[in-house]
């Protein structure tokens, strides 16, 4: 059982503004800290895959979740219904490809999904 003290991490590219609109959704609806790449300590980046700025993971005291199924495990965590769908769908057989298919497909238009919801990117803001 996860330590509520030490709840997982949310890691995410803070230089983009549908990534840090979906870090701050996931946060409002659930129990994460939210931490952008540029925000990583040595030890969280101890933890992520060489190639961690490819996609966003889930640290948790236990697992490192990356990519689709980093977003998949933090569905399953939020309070709201698509939590029911996300346990569903982990149910799936053989959903590992389309998951991280659906993933790649969102990751790679971020640009055009921000022009529909979208947060100033905190590596962004002056101050």
């Not at 966003?56 to 769908?85: D, F, K, N, W």
């Not at 769908?89 to 991280?100: I, M």
């Amino acid at each position: 059982m996860e330590n509520p003290t030490y709840p997982p991490r949310l890691v995410y590219d803070d230089d983009c503004g549908f990534c840090t609109w979906c870090a701050r959704y996931a946060a409002a609806r659930g129990s994460f800290e939210v931490v952008g790449f540029t925000e990583l300590t040595p030890d969280q980046l101890a933890r992520l895959p060489d190639e961690y700025e490819d996609c966003a993971h889930l640290l948790t005291q236990t697992a490192v979740y990356s990519c689709g199924a980093a977003i998949e495990e933090a569905m399953a965590r939020v309070e709201t219904p698509s939590r029911y769908l996300a346990l569903a769908f982990k149910r799936l057989p053989k959903r590992t490809g389309l998951r991280e298919r659906g993933y790649r497909v969102l990751a790679d238009n971020r640009d055009l999904l921000g022009k529909i919801v979208r947060c100033e990117p905190p590596a962004r803001q002056s101050g």
